[in-house]
T-cell receptor, first 117, second 114 residues
Framework: NAGVTQTPKFRVLKTGQSMTLLCAQD?????MYWYRQDPGMGLRLIHYSVGEGTTAKGEVPDGYNVSRLKKQNFLLGLESAAPSQTSVYFCASSPSKAERAPRETQYFGPGTRLLVL | GENVEQHPSTLSVQEGDSAVIKCTYS??????FPWYKQELGKRPQLIIDIRSNVGEKKDQRIAVTLNKTAKHFSLHITETQPEDSAVYFCAASKGSGGYNKLIFGAGTRLAVHP
């Protein structure tokens, strides 16, 4: 049981390039989230999904797109990367009902460090 | 929308002392308040949480208190150890139906000195 995994771990992009970050979870969780973490600003929600085929905007969605074609995967896309998108990106998932932990518990992936030059 | 403020931004204590981190939230409808610990280069991990119908919750050396009237909640760590050194984040949400739009505080960097 790997939990939440993210690919890649680290990436350097040039301004204007595009890329996709992959998040996968093997816990059969309904809900998935993408956050960005910047120094002194905590974690901010970019987009989230309440189920396969559905996505919604979070606090800071501009410049990002997402897709949830399969329940276990949540993709975050940057169509035209900008230096302001340099950050550490975390994916998280949570179950639809209480398990050993409360259903609100979010389980985080290891993060993707992105540098946009 | 919800806003969560967290203080202090850095905290330095001697091993064995207690540490307290405080958070305030703005939306009185928020009903779930987790605390996450993030070690350097690692992912955030839930260490304790509290719901709005409870005033205090303890788990060994850590405890969380909630004051709904004042809209603030605090993390208390007793008998601190060097392995408690990390960044701690509070969060608040009013999620219903299970999914959760967590709004995080900016974090507190705790350093425990031997």
């Amino acid at each position: 049981n790997a939990g939440v995994t993210q690919t890649p771990k680290f990436r350097v992009l040039k301004t204007g390039q595009s890329m996709t970050l992959l998040c996968a979870q093997d816990m059969n969780h309904e809900y998935m989230y993408w956050y960005r973490q910047d120094p002194g600003m905590g974690l901010r929600l970019i987009h989230y999904s309440v189920g396969e085929g559905t996505t919604a905007k979070g606090e800071v969605p501009d410049g990002y797109n997402v897709s949830r074609l399969k329940k276990q995967n949540f993709l975050l896309g940057l169509e035209s990367a900008a230096p302001s998108q340099t950050s550490v990106y975390f994916c998280a998932s949570s179950p639809s009902k209480a398990e050993r932990a409360p259903r609100e518990t979010q389980y985080f992936g290891p993060g993707t460090r992105l540098l946009v030059l | 929308g919800e806003n969560v403020e967290q203080h202090p931004s850095t905290l330095s204590v001697q091993e064995g002392d207690s540490a307290v981190i405080k958070c305030t939230y703005s939306d009185s409808a928020s009903n779930y308040f987790p605390w996450y610990k993030q070690e350097l280069g690692k992912r955030p991990q839930l260490i304790i949480d509290i719901r709005s119908n409870v005033g205090e919750k303890k788990d060994q050396r850590i405890a969380v208190t909630l004051n709904k009237t004042a809209k603030h909640f605090s993390l208390h760590i007793t008998e601190t150890q060097p392995e408690d050194s990390a960044v701690y984040f509070c969060a608040a949400s009013k999620g219903s139906g299970g999914y959760n739009k967590l709004i995080f505080g900016a974090g507190t960097r705790l350093a425990v000195h031997p």
